[in-house]
């Protein structure tokens, strides 16, 4: 059922979690995030579609895919998030719930990080939770959806 599907979107250096600079982003991989979204999500009755890339355009992509295949979007766009006004259109042309997460505290970083242009397409934002951020993008889904 297309309504049951989630769509995890990760963006450029994502893939590198663990070892990319543990002091910011720990050392969960992205594999193990990937896991418990899917672990969590399928406790909820929904099913997960995981994409990883360092392109702009694969992503747009994957998100142009899920806008008759999924229910809801959790993107943590990597350093996309401040420069990509392409992903926020997208996000904005499927018209689905979306979650934007990222790991670290991004208010509480460099100013150039303070900026998101897909914050004003999301349904909800979490920043600073760490892995922990992608299950409740998780939980707030399955209460929408
Ligand atoms: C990030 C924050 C971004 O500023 C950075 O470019 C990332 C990861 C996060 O999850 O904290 O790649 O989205």
Known sequence: MTERRLLL??????NLLGTREPEIYGSTTLAQIEQA??????QHGL????VQSNHEGVLIDAIHAARNACAGIIINPGA???????IA?????VELTVVEVHLSNIHKREQFRHHSYVSPVADMVVAGAGPLGYE???RFLASRL
């Not at 996309?80 to 392409?86: L, N």
């Open 9 to 14: 979107v990760n963006g450029p250096n994502l």
């Open 37 to 42: 979204v899917t672990d969590l999500a399928e």
């Open 47 to 50: 099913a997960v579609d995981a």
């Open 80 to 86: 996309f998030t401040h420069t990509s006004v392409a």
């Open 89 to 93: 259109d997208a996000l904005a042309a």
């Open 136 to 138: 409740l993008a998780v």
